[in-house]
């Protein structure tokens, strides 16, 4: 068996993401299977106290010493778009939708501490839309791992692939055709801009958030919300009923949050933590899923 070709990719600072979306625009070269392990590191990357103000007041969250459980894949953004842009990267970059996530945090982070991030992605798998890879986040402080994230990206194909295998299941409840009784802890209007002003935050311009014409361009009928913009709003809901560290935050974006739109954010204590989900205000539709489970 050939040896897998391997990348690696190293940076004094965090890469600008929209040069990389530029290097994106070029043709694919490599096949789905033919996906190198690759990898990308940057050191001493500390939080900037601005940004992270802006992103608490863009998810709702309370001001805090600590570090949010989502903001490190934030951080992380510019590592994954090194690797989705690359020139030997076997999927366009552009209109890439963020299907679910897995974060375990494995100790409380101060805001203000400088962390080690790296990112890596090695395999695709045929689905039912498309291709679905895992981007592979980590962030340690002095050599002690803090923080951990699968992110599973679906790439849209217009023809089914063959030998399709199911997408891992990531142990988000599905309650919502259960009689289980929600507390509804939010309804939130999502403006029209929202997807532009968490692209100038995250640096992700993908343009399946920026307008509507853009995102038509992907199937889809309107820009939709980054998803990690969901997963924080939900979790700045929830900040009485989060449990402590250790613990493994599990996100399943089933429908996109359509802009504009209002979106109602409900949730249930259960032992060792919470579960929730966010449904559409007008049909009741259960657009996202999500649990936070102390280990």
Not at 54 to 69: D, E, H, I, N, W
Not at 116 to 124: F, G, K, M, N, T
Not at 180 to 206: I, M
Not at 225 to 235: D, I, P, Q, S, Y
Request: hydrophobic residues 40%; charged residues 20%.
């Amino acid at each position: 068996m050939a040896h897998r070709r391997e990348i690696h990719l190293s940076f004094e600072k965090l890469p600008v993401m929209m040069p990389l979306y530029a290097q994106s625009l070029l043709p694919r070269t490599r096949a789905a299977h033919d996906m190198p392990e690759m990898s990308a590191q940057v050191h001493d990357v500390t939080p900037r106290t601005s940004e992270l103000a802006r992103y608490r007041q863009l998810c709702g969250m309370q001001a805090s010493s600590l570090l949010p459980v989502s903001y490190p894949q934030l951080l992380a953004g510019p590592l994954h778009a090194a690797l989705v842009c690359h020139r030997e990267f076997p999927f366009a970059a552009m209109g890439l939708v963020h299907v679910r996530n897995r974060i375990r945090m494995h100790r409380p982070c101060l805001e203000n501490l400088p962390l080690d991030l790296v990112a890596r992605v090695h395999e695709a798998r045929p689905v039912a839309r498309g291709y679905e890879f895992d981007l592979h986040s980590f962030a340690s402080f002095r050599g002690e791992l803090v923080w951990e994230s699968i992110t599973t990206v679906l790439s849209l194909t217009r023809s089914q692939p063959k030998q399709q295998r199911p997408s891992p299941a990531v142990g988000v409840p599905d309650e919502s055709a259960s009689a289980v009784s929600w507390d509804t802890g939010e309804t939130v209007q999502l403006k029209p801009d929202l997807g532009r002003h968490f692209a100038a935050l995250s640096g992700d311009w993908n343009p399946i958030h920026v307008s509507s014409p853009t995102a038509r361009l992907f199937g889809f009928p309107r820009a939709i919300v980054h998803g990690m913009w969901t997963f924080g709003r939900a979790l700045g809901s929830m900040d009485e009923l989060l449990p402590g560290c250790p613990a493994t935050w599990q996100v399943e974006f089933r429908r996109p949050l359509l802009l504009p739109s209002t979106i109602s954010i409900q949730r249930r204590i259960v032992p060792g933590g919470v579960v929730w989900r966010v449904i559409d205000a007008d049909t009741a539709r259960e657009l996202v899923s999500g649990s936070a489970l102390q280990d």
